[in-house]
């Protein structure tokens, strides 16, 4: 019997802010990773829009040589929302300031449910 995977604890190794750079080449798990990271309100990605690879793609060599390509499955974020073809948007498009960043991370995490308001996004 195979052992069970490996699973995240339920703490983060920081409370500090992340920064995530993204731009058109960000996909596959990197793009995976900054996903989850903005929807669970851990960090904020900075720059443009990721790839969009939100596919998950096996391939088949047939016997005449050809080939076949088949989805499997699609990525989504934490929240559901479906990154294939259009990729993710960042928060923004330079480093912000720090107030800007502890504002937008406040504000994602108000809207997540995360926090209570009044408290400081950044502990």
Request: glycine fraction near 10%; charged fraction near 15%.
């Amino acid at each position: 019997m195979a052992a069970d995977p490996p699973k995240a604890g339920e703490t983060a190794s920081t409370r500090l802010p992340l920064t995530v750079l993204v731009n058109e080449h960000t996909a596959s798990a990197s793009e995976i990773l900054a996903g989850a990271l903005k929807d669970n309100c851990r960090g904020l990605l900075v720059g443009t829009r990721t790839y969009g690879k939100g596919l998950i793609q096996s391939v088949y060599e047939l016997s005449d040589s050809s080939g076949l390509v088949i989805t499997v499955g699609k990525y989504l974020t934490p929240r559901g929302v479906d990154i294939d073809r259009f990729g993710i948007a960042p928060d923004f498009s330079s480093q912000p300031a720090p107030t800007q960043a502890a504002e937008a991370l406040n504000a994602c995490r108000l809207s997540a449910g995360l926090q209570q308001a009044g408290a400081s996004a950044v502990s």
